[in-house]
């Protein structure tokens, strides 16, 4: 959460030109949004897993589901109103709304979430080379934003946030594996207590989604303030 605060913090003043970067294709910022991103679903297979371990029943998982797909719809229309010709309508709000279907119905495969994962990571790439290929003629209709919330396209679509369902679902995947793995022969390193100076980072864990969806309307808002009060 931390993480992400500071990137989005180094987006906004870029956007609002008081620092300019290339977030598109400066690999310093393109790699840290890619394990930024890996490890908000790396955890959130985990806490699938212990979802499966304690046999959390399907009312609970479908209201945190309600929750994540309305937020997603909230970012959809705010971000329409901030970047109308780039806005998010498959971010990781949405991603994470179609993959936690997918975790949970696939919660019981065990081992085998290992090799899914890899095989979802592939997909992309395998998808890739054959549109540029033999299936050519299929290119537009998978780069359309219609099907290119799968992730098999030839290039990436123009929206602020993108994470489509493959390869990051394999992410997913071997976050669950990973969390069953641990609950299954190292219990004790999930139940190993957080130190007093780590108790706010804690917090920011529990309250995850509401952090998410508050902290860039704050700091955007905060730099429109500043920016405001620079006007000659």
């Avoid at 309250?207 to 303030?225: E, F, K, N, T």
Wanted: net charge positive; charged share 10%; proline share 6%.
């Amino acid at each position: 959460m931390v993480w992400m605060t500071v990137f989005h913090f180094c987006f906004d003043l870029s956007h609002f030109g008081y620092w300019q970067q290339d977030f598109l294709g400066d690999p310093f910022w393109t790699v840290q949004r890619t394990l930024i991103v890996s490890l908000f679903l790396l955890c959130a297979g985990m806490g699938q897993a212990v979802a499966w371990h304690r046999r959390l029943a399907w009312p609970r998982f479908w209201r945190r589901w309600g929750q994540i797909a309305a937020c997603a719809l909230l970012v959809t229309v705010g971000s329409y109103l901030m970047f109308p010709r780039s806005f998010i309508y498959f971010g990781v709000l949405h991603g994470m709304a179609v993959m936690l279907l997918f975790a949970r119905l696939t919660a019981g495969w065990g081992r085998w979430l290992w090799p899914m994962g890899l095989l979802a990571v592939a997909l992309p790439w395998l998808a890739g080379w054959a549109l540029e290929g033999p299936l050519a003629g299929l290119a537009e209709t998978f780069n359309g934003r219609a099907l290119n919330w799968l992730g098999w396209v030839t290039h990436k679509p123009f929206t602020e946030d993108y994470v489509p369902l493959f390869p990051w679902l394999g992410v997913m995947w071997w976050g669950m594996a990973g969390g069953q793995w641990l609950l299954a022969r190292r219990p004790h390193w999930l139940a190993w207590a957080m130190p007093g100076t780590g108790v706010a980072l804690a917090v920011l864990g529990r309250y995850s989604l509401s952090y998410y969806m508050l902290h860039q309307p704050v700091m955007m808002g905060a730099l429109m303030l500043v920016g405001w009060f620079m006007q000659p």
